[in-house]
């Protein structure tokens, strides 16, 4: 099993930025890919950005936010990273952390930070 905790999320105004966190815990060995996914209220959960964890290469973004977020690493602390820079409202969500074992299917997820960019 691989437990994740996400940190960071908070309340910040458009055109700031946030640095969010996610702690794995477990069969992290076991982990070949995470990502990054959130869900605005009343939408459907979206995927953010993801990479291969241990080589942090494959690295993918939705286009809405490529250029202004950036998934990053640090094997050494078992921890991922989402930094967001030129926040928008339209960023505002609950975000949460995924991790895949196969690369396709994110078989465990963290419990959500919530990101609030005000206008």
């Known amino acids: 099993q691989v437990q994740l905790v996400e940190t960071g999320g908070g309340l910040v105004q458009a055109g700031g930025s946030l640095r969010l966190s996610c702690a794995a815990s477990?069969?992290?060995?076991?982990?070949?890919?995470m990502g990054w996914f959130r869900q605005a209220p009343g939408k459907e959960r979206e995927f953010v950005a993801a990479?291969?964890?241990?080589?942090?290469?494959?690295?993918d973004y939705q286009p809405s936010v490529k250029g202004r977020f950036t998934i990053s690493r640090d094997n050494a602390k078992n921890t991922v990273y989402l930094q967001m820079n030129s926040l928008k409202p339209e960023d505002t969500a609950v975000y949460y952390c995924?991790?895949?074992?196969?690369?396709?299917?994110?078989?465990?997820w963290g419990q959500g930070t919530q990101v609030t960019v005000s206008s």
């Open positions: 477990g069969r992290t060995l076991s982990i070949y890919r």
């Open positions: 990479f291969a964890l241990w080589s942090g290469i494959s690295t």
């Open positions: 995924a991790a895949s074992r196969d690369g396709t299917n994110y078989a465990y």
